[in-house]
């Protein structure tokens, strides 16, 4: 026993080390995620939630503070509890945003190594191939672009949970019924990470279940049952906040473009895998490793067809995210709404990556246990060599990537002009939106009055000189508004631009203030959602209370 915790100590001691040197080019130069592709929109939000925050609230709502304080609100979609909150958190009580997003993605990365390293050693009871994947996942290329050169905070934690999700439903293929939980707590946790990600993976569940459709038991399907229902419990509140406020009026989605435009070809993706190289925005390389990797699955391709398992269907799987990542998958079939949704094909080497590096490391780790001690201890040596000098390689071009950022600084980041989540309207109106500009009366669109804001609200003054004002504003009429003239709420309507109108009934002098307020159903989903998970963890409490006696 002693034995058993020496040595989870040292792997526990070594995590934190890997994770340390995973993080070392913003530990050294913080400031090279200004550079990276969706830091302008993911630190707006970070800001709009630390606002909130200091402001005194929990949930978030407008974006007072942040995103051109026009009257957006984008963390009543995009989800926020363990991406962009975690990090306003730590600059709350912290003070310095370089500190909170350093802290966040040591954490991150350790939960990475230490999240992987437990599911593959829950599929496989082996420590050795549990160690060799958690390292190569951790510090694959593909992570390391997703959490520098994209800076995606979204995806990044999706990464994260994808070992519990498919070593968890694979547990539930081959019998370990009780193990849903593990499928559960992933694909929760993607749910309150990145919703792209969640429909993209439910798919490849989907896949995947195809490949025992013949021999879908019933206590697998109950098992299934009882994983679906349980994240949808948990997750009730993030998923709600979304619905209601699609329900409630007509809003854009997420923002679509045309897909060949942003598909590489398999050349060129094999190109920039050789180099481990990140090319550009829209060719994202898998790196060398999981190149290597797949190599060694095609050498060993008939043994794993001969032998069809487990390992067989997740190489196999990998293989078949590679090619929809790339120009050799037809996706002028598809480029059209919804599945043009994804926005980017590259998207897929996130489930490729994981993949291929599953089955690869289970393959190579058989190998390494045909050596002789001496040659699987210079093999691994070897292994980890090569890791920490393609890590070096990539930490070098990612400083030089972001150097000429260097003046920016956290809270003057110019957020990206989008419409996600927007009134469906169009783009002339939109653009009112966002110029923040008023409709007094039906008349011409002005800048008079002022939009003003606090970190709890929106505000304008504006006198009357009639019995009657109409004054169509720029701020979004999302569910949950509540507009009060000297203190006292009045009712709105919509205006035909979606934004909060205004009905003033007296002349004088009105001081109106925009807040939101969350809806009952809203608030309703939080407790069923804070209910689910004590209940979850309580459940889970007992059974490994059991588990002992």
Known sequence: MLRKQKQTLLILLGFIILSLIFILPILVHPEILFASD???????????????????????????????????AYNLFYPYLLNSYPIAIFRLFLGSWPTAYIIYYWIVTLSTLLIAYYAI????????????????????????????????????????????????????????????????????????????????????????????????SKQLIISLIKATTITLLLSSFQLFSIFEQYHYQP?????????????????????????????????????LIVLLLAILILHYSY???????????????GLMAIILSTSLFPWY??????????????????????????????????????????????????????????????????????????????????????????????????????QKLFKVNNNNYQDSPSLKHTNQSFYFNYHTSSSSATIDTPVIRYKGVKVTDNGYTIPTIRSNR???????????NHHITITYQMSSIRKLTLLISITSLIIFIGYNLLLQFKSRI
Request: proline share 5%; with cysteine.
């Open 251 to 287: 809003l854009r989605s997420v923002v679509t473009v045309n897909l060949l435009d942003k598909t590489a070809s398999f050349a060129t993706l094999i190109q920039s895998s050789f180099s481990n190289q990140y090319i550009a925005p829209d060719v994202i390389s898998p790196g």
């Open 38 to 72: 969706d830091f302008s929109f993911h630190m707006p939000r970070t800001l709009s939630l630390y606002n909130t925050l200091k402001s005194g609230h929990l949930i978030p709502n407008f974006d007072y503070s942040a995103f051109g304080s026009y009257g957006s």
């Open 121 to 216: 050693l829950t599929i496989t009871k082996a420590k050795l191939p549990a160690l060799i994947f958690s390292v190569i996942y951790t510090f694959s290329t593909y992570r390391i672009i997703d959490s520098f050169f994209r800076a995606d905070l979204g995806e990044l934690f999706v990464i994260t949970a994808l070992p519990l999700v498919f070593c968890g439903l694979e547990l539930l293929i081959r019998g370990d019924y009780y193990k849903w939980p593990m499928l559960t707590i992933g694909m929760t946790i993607v749910t309150y990470s990145h919703i792209l990600s969640l429909l993209t993976i439910s798919v490849f569940i989907l896949f995947r279940l195809l490949f025992c459709i013949t021999n879908l």
């Open 303 to 317: 043994q794993l067809l001969h032998n069809f398992n487990y390992v067989s269907i997740d190489a196999l799987i």
């Open 333 to 434: 079939l598809l480029n059209r709404p919804p599945f043009n949704i994804i926005q980017f094909p590259f998207r897929f080497l996130m489930l490729a990556n994981y993949f291929i590096i599953f089955s690869g490391t289970l393959i190579f780790s058989k190998l390494l246990n045909k050596l002789p001690t001496s040659t699987r201890k210079y093999s691994l040596l070897l292994l980890f060599i090569l890791i920490m000098t393609l890590h070096l390689q990539t930490s070098t071009n990612l400083i030089q990537h972001g150097s000429q950022n260097s003046k920016l600084t956290y809270e003057t980041i110019t957020p990206p002009n989008n419409y996600d989540y927007h009134p469906n309207i169009n783009l002339s109106k939109l653009q009112t939106i966002n």
């Open 498 to 508: 979606g934004t909060v109108c205004i009905l003033l009934h007296r002349t004088g």
